[in-house]
């Protein structure tokens, strides 16, 4: 599916991108984890996660002593939305049929949607309100809301919250 999504021009975000990003991990992982799009690191690179937001992510994995060698990153888009604003709904839309033949391939034990855009993907509402670190179950796939490690680089209080639902996540998966 890789080579499908590198090559995709199925939405207007191909026309602009540098690299797409399908997503990299284990294709047993344990548990997935889904942001919103690409930023420009990634977009350089076409790997997830791997500007600031993504040392943090990594901080906070292992919190959950995890790895990010155990885990599978990736996106609701998976080419980056010009300027880093938001993805459209048509493109969520049209992408997020990529996200669901990987979740059926992969079968994660749980999914941590990282910030509002990817939760309001698998819950219908994104405002992560006391949602956030809390366990849901939809259609069969257990859904973690977490903060984007994004929101708490842009807000320093954020990141003991992100750390606290972390350390709770050790204990939903093991
Ligand atoms: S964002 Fe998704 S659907 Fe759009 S061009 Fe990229 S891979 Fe294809």
């Given amino acids: 599916m890789n080579s499908e999504i590198m090559k995709c021009k199925r939405c207007r ?7 797409a990003v399908p997503g990299e991990g284990p294709m047993d992982a ?11 690191k990634e977009d350089e690179k076409g790997r997830p996660f791997v500007g600031r937001a993504g040392e943090l992510l990594n ?6 002593d995890l790895s990010r060698e155990q885990v599978f990153i990736t996106n609701i888009v998976k080419c980056r939305p010009p300027g880093n604003r938001d993805p459209r709904e048509d493109e969520k839309k049209t992408c997020s049929e990529y996200l669901s033949r990987q979740i059926e391939i992969i079968k994660p034990r749980a999914i941590c949607t990282l910030g509002n855009h990817a939760t309001s993907h698998f819950l219908g509402v994104g405002e992560m309100g006391k949602r956030h670190g809390r366990t849901f179950q939809v259609e069969q796939m257990t859904v973690i809301p977490l903060y984007h490690p994004a929101a708490a680089l842009y807000n320093p209080n954020l990141k ?8 709770s996540l050790r204990k939903i998966l093991y």
Avoid: I, Q, S, W
């Fill in 30 to 40: 344990r548990v997935m984890f889904v942001g919103e799009g690409p930023g420009k």
């Fill in 59 to 64: 901080e906070m994995l292992l919190h959950a």
């Fill in 13 to 19: 975000l191909h026309e602009t991108r540098t690299n």
């Fill in 160 to 167: 003991g919250v992100m750390k606290e639902d972390f350390l």
